[in-house]
Structures are given as structure tokens and as C-alpha cells.
């Protein structure tokens, strides 16, 4: 059994990550149909960075969107999109400010962390509760971070 959804939906973050002004670096982005699984999974992993006014890409800000999918639900906790259940995700941002570095990253990782499936990580890597994310909402806190980033003079 193939899944088609993967390359959808490699797609559809492709789209987002561009209608928020981002350039999507190919090499490191792609997607992955494993019919050998059971049940079959889809990998999708879409990275890239903001364009400037120019429309030069700022490697200062880097966003990676990793997701996991299954035609079958695995767990209540999974959410459905089009049929298919994100069965994992990790959404990840590092802002290489001049003096700090910031990091956004939530993950829904039922496997490894049972005990809270849904979590952020801070930059030294501790987990918080969090809800369900998904990346639209995701990309508008980047675009706020980045934004305050250049009000505190992290990023000019």
C-alpha cells in the first residue's frame, strides 16, 4: 500500500512555508512513503528559511516542519487530516539573533514520551504540557519571534 498523502502534503508545506515568505531548501526537505511498516507510514520534512526584502533567503532563521502519517489512527491522541493521522510531529525554529539564540520546536511524540505526548522544548532542551499544534499556527508564532527579534536589535 502506498501512501500518496506524504507527497500531498509535502505540498501543502511547501505552500505554507512560501505564503509566509519562506524559500524551501530542497536538499534538506523531502518525502518518504514506507509500505514495508505496519501499518504503512508517511514521512514529510520541509525546511527552509525567510527571504528578505530582496528576496535573498536570511540563513539567520531556519524552520524545519517533520511529520509523521498513518492511514490508520494509532492512538486517540493523533490528529486526522484528509483521511490520514499525523502520528508524530516536531516543528522547529532557531533564530541566530546578535547576542541570543532563540528556538520555538513543539512535538507530539506519543512513542517516546507517553507521559506527555504533546510538549515544547526551550532551547536547553526541557519539555513543557502543551496542545495540539499545527503548523499554520506555528509559522505565526515564528513570524511574531522573528518580528520581535528585530524590535529588540537581534536581528537588523
Known amino acids: 500500500m502506498q501512501i500518496w498523502f506524504a507527497q500531498r502534503r509535502y505540498e501543502e508545506l511547501d505552500a505554507l512555508l512560501a505564503s509566509h515568505g519562506f524559500a524551501i531548501a530542497a536538499r534538506e526537505s523531502r518525502w518518504d512513503e514506507r509500505s514495508d511498516d505496519d501499518p504503512p507510514v508517511g514521512c514529510v520534512r ?23 502519517w498513518s492511514p490508520q489512527q494509532p492512538t486517540s491522541a493523533a490528529t486526522e487530516h484528509q483521511g ?15 547576542s541570543r ?40 508564532a515564528v513570524q511574531q519571534r522573528v518580528a520581535n527579534a528585530f524590535e529588540e536589535g537581534q536581528l537588523e
Do not use: C, N
Open 46 to 68: 520541509v525546511h527552509g528559511w525567510p527571504l528578505d526584502e530582496r528576496g535573498k533567503v536570511d540563513r539567520r532563521v531556519t524552520v524545519t516542519l517533520t511529520e509523521r
Open 101 to 140: 539564540t532563540t528556538q520555538l520546536r513543539y512535538d507530539f511524540d506519543p512513542e517516546r514520551h507517553p507521559e506527555m505526548p504533546y510538549h515544547s522544548h526551550s532551547l536547553s532542551g526541557d519539555r513543557t504540557p502543551w496542545r495540539p499544534f499545527d503548523p499554520g499556527e506555528f509559522m505565526q
Open 84 to 98: 490520514h493521522w499525523r502520528t508524530e510531529y516536531a516543528y522547529v525554529a532557531r533564530i541566530d539573533g546578535v
